[in-house]
């Protein structure tokens, strides 16, 4: 084994204020994320309760292109925290060189996509010809405009390998200020700024991350990183792809069974009515302030399981997987306390219509019963991913979305209607956390035992 550095906070520093402390920075830029998301959909609540409905059915194509960025980065940024807890910079490097090209690659696709094929994803969600002309309108931009997603997202996961989260924080803080402050601005119309409507949205969630992108590719460049960035004597490699996309690859597939369990759900959902639909959009954008302060949690933790798992050092993987399960824990748990207690105060901030209050109302109640066994549950999927096993999450993600929650949903919704749809949530979080709960204690057995023996 190489030997490193004793003094390198990942491997020295008590856990919880150093957890707390790359966390912090992560967990601060995605709730300032997550209040983006909100403002940005009661903007366009404004406009209509169609348009409203009309970004939810976009919203599992979003979350394809984030499942590109999200795992490609997990993959990335496990790959450069395992290198560096070995001592191999240089894998490092050529693993954040690699990633960069993919970021690249990945936006030219989407923009072909959304050139020629907008109208198609959005139709196959619903037939209603308002909702298809408002959501065309709206992701073909989003989609045009993807590399200006794909860079800032990727760029900030080399980072956070190196436990740098302080400038992806900075970089999250400048893509989310900006298009709150670009929104009302392009969707209404003010001074020499046109009223776009719905477009208006995406034109400032694109022009947004571009400034965020340019900041972040400036400082990946030309900041005082540990892991240095250059294409100057670049070689393509095909083996750092397979290592990347090791972990990735599944963290991809997650995000995307993700969508796909979105848009199933807007199709059962379109049964209905599409103020359903609206309700749903509402509750995945107000749960993103739940839980997304545990993926900031995440962005802390995983290089410091990697690092360790890397290093060997099985005692501090096992104290940090303590203190990154009891705060998920705790954050959910607070977030389980709001959705119970303010429900109707959550859906007035979209609208006030007697039908949305009395779906959206019932829709957050019960949804949200699930969640203080998501916290750990999430936490248990990265903890996975730290130690190189992308597997085991990938199998569970796909059984809790596709074969627990959406056939549950269908089979509720045909029993007792719309009111019964939303217990499949709590129902399939339970499941899936009993069996993540046996799995991961299964292998991390097997991984302290084999940590044991090498040291």
Known sequence: MTNKPQDNRLGTEPILPLLFKLA?????SMFIQSMYNVVDSIFVARLSEDALAALSLAFPIQMVQIAVAVGTGVG??????RSLGRGSRREA???ASHVLLLAIVYGAIAAFIGVFFPEQLIGMFTDDPLLIDYGTRYIWIILVGATAMYIPMIANSILRGEGNTFIPMVTMLIGSIMNIILDPLFIFGYGIFPRMGIEGAAVATVLSRIISGSFIVYMLFKGNNEVKVSFRNFEFDFSVIKDIYQV???????????????GGLNVILAGYSSTAIAAMGIYFRLQSFVFMPVFGLNQGYLPIVGYNFGYNNSKRVKEVMKAGFLTGFVFTVLGFAIFQLFPEQLILLFGDSPELMEIGVKALRIISLAFPVIGPAIVGGTTFQAVGKGMPSLILSFSRQILILLP???LLGKIGGLDLIWYAFPIAELIAVVWMAVWLKSTMKTVFRIMERDV
């Not at 990335?76 to 925290?81: E, M, Q, T, V, W």
């Not at 069974?257 to 979105?262: D, F, G, K």
Request: net charge neutral; hydrophobic share 65%.
């Open 248 to 262: 990735g690859f599944p963290a991809v597939l997650m995000q995307v069974l993700a969508s796909v369990m979105i």
């Open 93 to 95: 490097e050529r693993a």
């Open 408 to 410: 549950l949903a269908f």
């Open 76 to 81: 990335a940024s496990s790959l450069i925290s």
């Open 24 to 28: 912090a920075p992560s967990i601060l």
